[in-house]
């Protein structure tokens, strides 16, 4: 072999064992639902609910807006078609719709926001309109890109309102995950009491994010915190924090994730368990009445709940 030939293929070398790197990533990464789990040890989680009911009546204003990525991923109005008849469902709850950013109306009816979408640009008023429905008490679940405004002084008008937003493009990160990387829960915040201390999910998360005062983070991945307490695993070298959230403001509470990029996870019991603990949270109710959307169209005859497709067929809806 020539000289040069060689010099080349050494040359060459490092670079194919970077993409043969890159391609094993890729296929850790991939959309893969969990495995199907039994109704019966998700009912240990659940606890009993089927005499439960809310204390009060609760009105629901589900925010959503034009599906941006391709089919399986960020499908806001998919989404919203599939929960807003399981929580018009539950007693006590109704439900009304927006899409890009709610009147001054619909705020002053509702109770509850959530949010899953990319928001549009928002006017100063709107921003005003926004935090002053937390702040008089109104509660917000918000959910993976709902957190993401740019620039950084529009972002940190969000973060007044929700608690965490995009800090930048250098600051900020975001990554999908395996079941290979623990998501941990803070077990000792109401929302997650008496939950395991970590789940796994194959989705996507964001970290290093803005916060506002009064932010507490509840929920982060680490793949060396299995031996640690919550408030360790934070501190952790390479954690990727601000998965989940919680913030009030004035009298209302929000209860906010970074995940929730596939929608196969969306039909993951244990996914729609923390988001309905977060919902009891924001409302500061039982959330013992709202633990049917965790079995709703996914428990099988044979009591396996979950779903086993990844869902990428899909074609992207603007309305």
């Given amino acids: 072999m020539k000289f040069k030939n060689l010099v080349l293929l050494f040359a060459l070398v490092p670079a194919m064992a970077w993409l043969g790197a890159s391609d094993h990533r890729e296929k850790q990464s991939g959309p893969k639902p969990n495995r199907l789990m039994q109704k019966s040890r998700l009912l240990e989680l659940t606890g009993k609910f089927d005499d439960a009911k809310l204390s009060k009546e609760v009105r629901i204003l589900w925010l959503s807006g034009p599906e941006d990525h391709g089919g399986g991923e960020h499908d806001y109005i998919r989404v919203k078609e599939l ?23 619909q705020f002053d009816a509702a109770d509850v926001l959530i949010q899953y979408l990319h928001l549009p640009d928002l006017r100063d008023e709107q921003f005003k309109m926004f935090r002053n429905f937390v702040n008089r008490g109104g509660g917000v679940l918000s959910i993976h890109e709902s ?93 990727r924090s601000d998965a989940f959230w919680t913030y009030e403001l004035g009298k209302g509470r929000v209860f906010g994730t970074t995940t929730g990029h596939f929608t196969y996870t969306y ?52 309305r």
Wanted: proline fraction near 7%; charged fraction near 25%.
């Fill in 83 to 105: 929960f807003v008849p399981m929580l018009k469902s539950i007693s006590h709850i109704t439900v009304e719709e927006a899409f890009g950013f709610p009147t001054q109306e």
């Fill in 267 to 318: 039909y993951d019991p244990i996914y729609r368990l923390l988001l309905m603990r977060g919902l009891g949270w924001v409302l500061n109710e039982d959330p013992a009445p709202l633990m049917p959307i965790v079995f709703e169209g996914i428990t099988s005859d044979e009591g396996l709940v979950g779903t086993s497709d990844t869902m990428m067929n899909y074609q992207n809806r603007a």
């Fill in 147 to 239: 957190c993401i405004m740019r620039p950084i002084d529009q972002a940190e008008k969000l973060a007044e309102c929700i608690g965490c937003s995009w800090k930048g493009n250098r600051e900020s990160k975001w990554s999908k995950f395996g079941h290979d990387y623990p998501l941990f829960l803070d077990t000792t915040h109401p929302a997650f009491v008496g939950l395991p201390k970590s789940i796994r999910l194959n989705d996507e998360s964001y970290w290093n994010l803005l916060k506002a005062e009064n932010v507490k983070v509840i929920g982060a991945l680490d793949l060396g915190g299995e031996s640690k307490p919550f408030t360790e695993i934070l501190e952790s070298d390479g954690v």
